[in-house]
């Protein structure tokens, strides 16, 4: 999370969307960065509404403005995936490295889903106590140009992330049944991408 207190913006960091790239390059101009331990790193929009909000408000009681960008769903899940097949986590159960992608989204679309699938969501990340969208500026991954453009004007700045924490590269393409599964069962991950910013 990067906060930036003249510019009253608050830049929440959803998991895969990016924001590690941000903060490189943005870390210098924030007032504040918050990158460890990851729960802090990652703080959702309900906790940060709950104990962070209270701490950065304004002198004149207004509160920071808040941005994230949000990944269409098939492709953050293929993030995860790719992520979790690295050499790193071979024989952990958190690793994808045995399954096929399928698979993978079959088990993220169960209940309780293995170590493997649990990834979190980022509707969830994005949502309120009351279940609205609690960011002020919300963004597509597909359209980082407009994530940049936004930041060079409220920044006044040049932003140039170079990119980190890239996953290893595979064609992932869901059959069309595990698509339509994934649809049915997880309809808010999709809403909250149709709502941000094309």
């Not at 729960?39 to 940060?48: D, F, V």
């Not at 992608?101 to 169960?110: A, I, N, P, R, S």
């Not at 869901?174 to 698509?179: E, F, G, K, Q």
Request: proline content about 8%; glycine content about 4%; some cysteine.
């Amino acid at each position: 999370m990067l906060v930036f207190s003249k510019e009253n913006l608050v830049i929440l960091a959803v998991p895969k969307t990016g924001t590690t790239a941000l903060a490189g390059a943005l870390a210098p101009r924030a007032s504040m960065v918050l990158r460890d331990p990851p729960h802090l790193k990652h703080t959702p929009c309900r906790r940060y509404n709950r104990f962070l909000r209270p701490l950065l408000m304004q002198p004149g009681g207004q509160a920071p403005e808040l941005m994230a960008v949000v990944r269409h769903p098939v492709d953050w899940l293929g993030s995860w995936f790719r992520y979790r097949t690295r050499d790193a986590l071979a024989g952990h159960p958190n690793s994808t490295r045995d399954v096929t992608f399928d698979d993978f989204v079959l088990e993220y679309c169960k209940a309780q889903p293995a170590p493997f699938a649990t990834v979190g969501s980022q509707a969830k990340f994005l949502r309120t106590a009351d279940g609205e969208i609690g960011v002020d500026h919300l963004f597509r991954y597909e359209a980082w140009d407009k994530v940049i453009r936004f930041l060079d004007q409220r920044l006044h700045m040049r932003v140039a992330p170079q990119q980190k924490n890239v996953s290893p590269s595979m064609d992932l393409t869901l059959s069309a049944t595990v698509a339509a599964q994934l649809r049915d069962i997880h309809p808010d991950e999709f809403a909250v991408w149709h709502a941000a910013q094309a």
